[in-house]
């Protein structure tokens, strides 16, 4: 069996390491979505692509049967308005060679995963592609369920099979490392304001204060 790296600096994620999944967030799924808040997950969702973009980490878009299940939230597409969706017809991403070849062919052994719904479109090809030597993150605040335990559930079982489950503030914060690298700095700071909640709030009370002087002492 394939054993892949889950402790040491080599654990971390890398931007130039990295490719992400992005799979179903669909009008279907989305209907019978009851693990979270929907608005959480899109505004999630949306921030994790945009930290892709911002980090050039190369970003692959899915549906499944789109002529019935919807097209993929238009605020996703958004983030990449010239990247056409891979149209499947599998369950199983992973068993699409139009996906699997991209991934592939990057190079790229961090897969990061996300979407809709987490106990069946997130966790099958998690658990194929860990089985393949590919180190496996979900990104569980950009996927949800058809009911909180569902949801859990498909965590426990991928957690088991070795996948690293992970937040997308906390995978953004992966892929900076160091806020000295300013070429990206400002970027996801930038994707923190607008989707980080209390986060991007709390960055913006700290840009006040860098920029409001502070008053002389009489």
Known sequence: MNRTTKIGLE???RPEDSILVLIDHQPYQMANLNSHEPTMIINNTVGLAKAAKAFDVPTILTTVVEERG???????LDVFPDQKPINRTFINTWEDPKVTDIVKESGRKQLVLAGLWTEVCVAMPAIQAMGE????????????????????????????????PINWLALAAEW??????????????????????GSG???????????????NEK
């Open 70 to 76: 919807g097209y993929i939230f238009k605020s996703i």
């Open 176 to 197: 900076q490392r160091d806020w000295a690298r300013m070429e990206t700095a400002a970027k996801i700071a930038e994707v923190i304001l607008e989707h980080g909640g």
């Open 133 to 164: 030597g590919y180190d496996v993150f979900v990104v569980t605040d950009a996927c949800g369920a058809v009911s909180s335990e569902a949801h859990d559930m498909a965590v426990r079982r991928m957690v088991q099979a070795g996948v690293v």
């Open 11 to 13: 654990a971390l994620l």
């Open 201 to 215: 709030i709390a960055l913006a009370w700290e840009l006040q204060l860098l920029a409001t002087p502070v008053p």
